[in-house]
């Protein structure tokens, strides 16, 4: 079937520091979304990549979408409390659905 | 404005028993969705409407039920629930195809 992997699926960071998380899928995507959740919430959406090689830019936050349309990747530079939540990816393959991957859920250490 | 409103918030049922999650959005949008929630496996969807009258099966559709009468609302039922239910739900809205997701708050729902 198609699956959009996602990892890690933790990460632990000292606050200032940088995080990544990575999605994976084995099937050409047409689009992914990223997807922010604080502790207790619901997701929010954050933004969605197109184009082959797409990278775009929110303030500390930079997402790439890799050449094949295979892969994507949120960065997130000096990380801040604020920051903490579950991160999710969002795969389209083409149809009206969307494929969640797993999530990274993010921890700051002040 | 409301946005995505999905009601209960919290809700406890014995096994076999049925109900209806409700869910309704204000926006005009005609993509609805239902997701459930479970640690370490995302979210992941159940039905999807692409529009009143349309309904459609996600990946995890057993065990429940939608209809989709009109644009606003996409109500869930479960039939007669099980606690491998037990989980978070979250309903969410879409304008169109491949456009950005609109989630509601969620319904926290445990099957004893």
């Known amino acids: 079937g198609q699956q959009v992997m996602q990892i890690p699926q933790y990460q632990h960071v000292q606050e200032g520091e940088d995080f990544t998380t990575y999605c994976n899928s084995s099937?050409?995507?047409?689009?992914i979304q990223w997807y922010k959740q604080r502790p207790g919430g619901h997701p929010v959406f954050l933004i969605q990549?197109?184009?082959?090689?797409e990278v775009k830019k929110q303030k500390r936050l930079t997402f790439q979408f890799g050449e094949a349309k295979k892969n994507s990747s949120l960065h997130i530079t000096a990380t801040q409390t604020t920051d903490v939540g579950t991160y999710f990816c969002?795969?389209?393959?083409?149809?009206?659905?969307?494929?969640f991957g797993t999530g990274t859920r993010l921890t700051i250490i002040p | 404005n409301a946005g995505v409103t999905q009601t209960p918030k919290f809700q406890v049922l014995k096994t076999g028993q049925s109900m209806t999650l409700q869910c309704a959005q204000d926006?005009?949008?005609?993509?609805m969705s239902w997701y459930r929630q479970d640690p370490g496996m995302g979210l992941r969807l159940i039905h999807y409407?692409?529009?009143?009258?349309?309904?459609d099966q996600g990946e995890v559709p057993n065990g429940y039920n939608v209809s989709r009468s009109t644009t606003e609302d996409f109500p869930l039922r479960l039939l007669s629930a099980a606690p491998s239910q037990t989980s978070v739900y979250f309903c969410?809205?879409?304008?169109?195809?491949?456009?950005?997701?609109?989630f509601g708050q969620g319904t926290r729902l445990t099957v004893v």
């Open positions: 969410a809205s879409s304008p169109g195809k491949n456009t950005e997701a609109f």
């Open positions: 099937t050409t995507l047409s689009n």
């Open positions: 990549l197109v184009k082959s090689g």
């Open positions: 969002a795969g389209n393959f083409g149809n009206e659905k969307l494929t």
């Open positions: 926006m005009n949008h005609e993509y």
């Open positions: 409407s692409v529009g009143a009258g349309i309904t």
